[in-house]
């Protein structure tokens, strides 16, 4: 069955920078975009950012662009997203997902559990 | 960016109630269109793709419709489980972005 979970959350200081990993099982990651997806407390989904199956292609929500990177190893099915310059707004619950088909556009059919990212001093 | 705006933003319910949800997309996106329902503590599960196809194992209580900019998910008759947050997004173009989400409560 398709797993998908999510690690590095935790604490950060303002500024500071923090990697997410995503390591995915039951399916073949290597055929599948992927996508994260972050949810503030108490707030809707917002959309962050996006990796083709093979890395080559990236997208990234315009409040990220710039600080926050996606990557990919599809050797080890595993997802990440690197933070960068981070900010109290980024504070939130970050899933990746799968895409149902494998290419762009696609909708996202398998969900990890999540990671809290909690930005304070 | 395409805006995606969800109404109403909560609605209340009784079970066997028929509800409807609409979203808009500021822009066209023919039916590139999904709903995610999500439940608290939980991650979203994806309802309804293309706009109107169910997603495997979605109880047919659920359906969508719409194409270009309005959009709609209709729950035939409301069951216990369904009370939750339901969100659409479009996948037209990047950014993939989210409708607000509409909290489906109980009566």
């Known amino acids: 069955q398709v797993q998908l979970v999510e690690s590095g959350g935790g604490v950060v200081q303002p500024g500071r920078s923090l990697r997410l990993s995503c390591a995915a099982s039951g399916f073949a990651f290597s055929s599948y975009a992927m996508h994260w997806v972050r949810q503030a407390p108490g707030k809707g989904l917002e959309w962050m950012a996006a990796?083709?199956?093979?890395?080559?292609?990236?997208y990234f929500a315009d409040s990220v662009k710039g600080r926050f990177t996606i990557s990919r190893d599809n050797s080890k099915n595993t997802l990440f997203l690197q933070m960068s310059s981070l900010r109290a707004e980024d504070t939130a619950v970050y899933y990746c997902a799968k895409v149902r088909r494998g290419e762009l556009p696609d909708y996202l059919d398998y969900w990890g559990q999540g990671a809290l990212v909690t930005v304070s001093s | 960016d395409i805006q995606m705006t969800q109404s109403p933003s909560s609605v209340s319910a009784s079970v066997g109630d028929r509800v409807t949800i609409t979203c808009r997309a500021s822009q066209g996106i023919s039916s590139w269109l999904a709903w995610y329902q999500q439940k608290p503590g939980k991650a979203p599960k994806l309802l309804i793709y293309?706009?109107?196809i169910l997603q495997s194992r979605v109880p047919s209580r659920f359906s969508g419709s719409g194409s270009g900019t309005d959009f709609t998910l209709t729950i035939s008759s409301l069951q216990p489980e369904d009370f939750a947050t339901y969100y659409c997004q479009q996948v037209k173009t990047f950014p993939h972005s989210f409708g607000g989400g509409t909290k489906v409560e109980i009566k």
């Open positions: 293309a706009a109107s």
């Open positions: 990796i083709s199956y093979d890395g080559s292609n990236k």
